[in-house]
């Protein structure tokens, strides 16, 4: 009797621990499991409904897009050349000769979007920046184009083919694009791959990625999951109904292919920088020339300020347009162009798109006094 109860005993205590052992073993395999990358279980949260195709929006916007070529002229290619042996001095030059002795024209690719019926096209300024002979295939035809104008700040560039009839893309508001909608992006990449449609969703809005080489870039990125590659830069992004969301423009990638993101100029800020470089041509940026901090309860204080709002000027940068206009360290912004000015940010919203010969008038606060200060902006600050 004695053993058949140790018997029992031992089973019912071997059991548990059978029991608890394969517990933890699947607790370790969804632990396990969750760390795993990609999952396609894992991969979105979105709440969109997948369209049951995107067969509406690639018919209406695959006319809009053109693939771009670009070249540089050869004479231009020898004086670069030459401004390389003078820059690098003649030591470089002579050990390089033989290697470099003719001047190679740069030449690229990328995409473009027809926005008018008469041949203008937006597209990337990083496309056509190097190229003085610009070939913009429609369909079967090639076209020459000419620069309307550029803008290295945002960009974008716009030219020019002469032609009529063309198919133009139509803008949506890019504000009103959610997180999460689909969203589809038309281009060419490698160049060869012309009329390429490709779709995922957009993953953030208003990315600041670092990657614009200019130092008054406005960065303001859609971030999508559509694939898009070297060749795509100046393609549409567009939503289901085949309406412009955005000029595609960058990959995050440590390969220089596409490795998940891609980020695109969102179509308010492309329409707005068109019709700036529709009206003036090339665009060139300007700053106030000031540095400071948004008012708050300790810098009032420290500064004796009997106002709770507003922009305190800490440095004004030499030679800008806001020193010859008479700015001083220790004025506090609280108006720009007529709009309030309660922090930083709203002092930005004006002086963002600012360019050189604008005026910018500040209302600020000096030793609790108002005083009125246009600030004409100056090239170069």
Do not use: C
């Amino acid at each position: 009797m004695k053993n058949i109860i140790s018997f029992l005993f031992a089973g019912i205590i071997g059991g548990l621990i059978v029991v608890a052992s394969f517990s933890m073993i699947n607790k370790d395999q969804v632990i396990y499991e969750l760390n795993q990358s990609p999952k396609a279980i894992l991969t979105s949260s979105s709440t969109a409904t997948a369209p049951n195709d995107f067969v509406l929006a690639a018919e209406r916007v695959t006319p809009s897009v053109v693939s771009i070529n670009v070249r540089e002229d050869r004479l231009l290619a020898q004086k670069r050349l030459q401004e390389e042996r003078n820059k690098r001095g003649s030591d470089w030059f002579d050990f390089h000769k033989f290697f470099n002795s003719q001047p190679y024209p740069k030449n690229g690719n990328g995409s473009g979007v027809i926005i008018s019926e008469d041949g203008y096209i937006v597209t990337n300024n990083h496309v056509i920046e190097d190229g003085d002979i610009i070939d913009v295939m429609i369909g079967d035809r090639t076209l020459s184009a000419s620069v309307i104008g550029k803008d290295p700040s945002t960009d974008i560039a716009l030219i020019k083919v002469d032609a009529t009839g063309l198919t133009p893309v139509e803008f949506a508001n890019s504000d009103r694009l959610k997180v999460g909608e689909w969203v589809v992006a038309i281009g060419s990449p490698f160049s060869y791959l012309t009329s390429t449609v490709t779709a995922g969703i957009v993953s953030a809005k208003a990315r600041d990625i670092d990657i614009l080489q200019n130092d008054f870039a406005i960065e303001e990125f859609i971030q999508t999951d559509a694939a898009i590659n070297p060749g795509n830069s100046g393609g549409a992004l567009v939503n289901t109904e085949g309406n412009l969301v955005g000029i595609n423009t960058a990959i995050a990638t440590p390969t220089g292919v596409y490795a998940g993101y891609s980020f695109a100029i969102p179509s308010n800020l492309v329409k707005k920088i068109v019709d700036d470089i529709k009206e003036n041509g090339d665009i060139e940026r300007a700053r106030l020339g000031i540095r400071g901090r948004t008012i708050d309860e300790i810098i009032k204080k420290e500064n004796n300020l009997t106002i709770n709002q507003g922009f305190i000027v800490d440095i004004v940068d030499k030679s800008s347009g806001a020193q010859f206009s008479g700015v001083l360290p220790g004025d506090v912004i609280i108006q720009a162009n007529e709009k309030r000015v309660d922090k930083f940010e709203d002092l930005y919203e004006v002086v963002e798109f600012a360019k050189v010969g604008e005026t910018i008038n500040l209302v600020v606060l000096r030793k609790n006094k108002k005083l009125k200060i246009p600030v004409y902006l100056r090239k170069g600050i």
